[in-house]
């Protein structure tokens, strides 16, 4: 079966200091992968999304940056944080074959200070 | 990315009773609508979801109900349990309009109380 991992759960860091998000997929190949945001709000904003190695898509433009180094995994960066960065972010794969059913991490909560 | 307009915002409700939260969407190549459930600190999870060829769909206590003409849908949640609390999320998507994601609505906090 499919799993999706994504870590840590929860990252405090500071205003200008890097981060880096990572998420894996388990049980499947080539799956779109997505990164999402949520802020304080509920919203759900599209951020990045991938269709494949080393193709990323930029939904919103902003001060994090993403990759995708392998099939199965996505990263999100920033290069320095900003306290307007601050959220909840998720992960999520759907199948390339059927995009329906999207599958979302358990998400990693970011306190910038 | 078209809009998906969610209400309420929020939504109290007795246990039993029956909540209905309504969405909206404007794009009519949109051909996939699903609803998410949401616990705090937890990331979405799929709980149903409806193509335009059927007007409902039934899992369990949960209900769609889907209004193509006028382009709505909405979620009915029957005997409603306070385990139900949660935020919910309606979306839509355009499946063979290319791999940018659902488009979610803004969702509605979902109070079941006792």
Sequence with gaps: SQTI????????????????LEC???????????????????????????????QISSEVPQNLSASRPQDRQFILSSKKLLLSDSGFYLCAWTSTREMVGYTF????RLTVV | QQQVKQSPQSLIVQKGGIPIINCAY??????YFPWYQQFPGKGPALLI???????????????????????QFSLHIMDSQPG????????????GGGADGL???KGTHLIIQP
Excluded: M
């Design chain 2, 26 to 31: 404007e794009n009519t190549a949109f051909d």
């Design chain 1, 24 to 54: 894996t997929v388990e049980g499947t190949s080539n799956p779109n992968l997505y990164w999402y945001r949520q802020a304080a709000g509920r919203g759900l904003q599209l951020l990045f999304y991938s269709v494949g190695i080393g």
């Design chain 2, 49 to 71: 979801a409806i193509r335009p060829d059927v007007s409902e769909k039934k899992e369990g206590r949960f209900t769609i109900s889907f209004n193509k003409s006028a382009k």
């Design chain 1, 105 to 108: 991490g358990s998400g990693t």
């Design chain 1, 5 to 20: 991992h994504q870590w840590p759960a929860t990252l405090v860091q500071p205003v200008g200091s890097p981060l880096s």
């Design chain 2, 84 to 95: 139900d609390s949660a935020t919910y999320f309606c979306a839509a998507t355009d499946q």
């Design chain 2, 103 to 105: 488009t979610f609505g």
